[in-house]
């Protein structure tokens, strides 16, 4: 399994950046998770849009699923083109409502709702799905192939179960969304950097990569912070970072 990075930041992207999205690639699927701002262009520095076979959103955020209305119509052009002869299927929450309406677009998309605990294997995928602690409903993503094992956190406040998912995952996407110092004094349903860390050593995890940080940090900032609570390898996400699970 191949874990591409094309956006990374939170709530807005910085220059040349983008909010949340991923590629996972296996030997015979293209997934996109999540969507948000800017996550196209960076896309198409590997693929064409319309050859994604599914998108995984893991909540309606605007910065998880900002370009996911510009997906639409690349997905129309690709059919009217007959480069694509099948809506795209997306696999989503189904709340806020509001926006669960506005995911469909003519015939282009194919919806699946997903729910905590719903499990799913196809082609030596197997990928579970777990609610977090957010102010949606929000899916944490356990993603199992013979190659190993990835856990995508979505967004998260500290109450998420992450024991409960997984232990010692090959690798851990946990957003950072700011550095601990600048924590919010009111509860928030986000994880600092020294949080995310705190959660990789909790579960054992292999690798942890921070993400969903705000895109005014300094990288070497937040890879310092992750160091000083967390012994396991630690990347900060940049658009164009690829990690290999073998």
Known sequence: MKWTVLGCHSPYPGPGGATAGYLLQTANKNILVDCGSGVLAHLGKIMRPDQLDEVWLSHLH?????DFFVLQYAILTALRLKRRSRPLLVRTPLAPHEWADRLTYHDTIAIREVKD???LKQDGLSVRWYRTDHGVPCYAMVIASEEGTILYGADAGLSTDWEGMIQRP???ICEGTYLHRDKPSAPMAHHSVREAAEAAALI???TLMITHWFPELDPQEIEAEAEAFFQGNIR???SGLAVEVI
Request: proline share 0%; no cysteine.
């Open 117 to 119: 605990g719903d499990h």
């Open 62 to 66: 605007h910065d998880h699923i900002a």
């Open 170 to 172: 090959d690798l851990f």
């Open 236 to 238: 900060v996400a940049q």
């Open 204 to 206: 054992g995890a292999r």
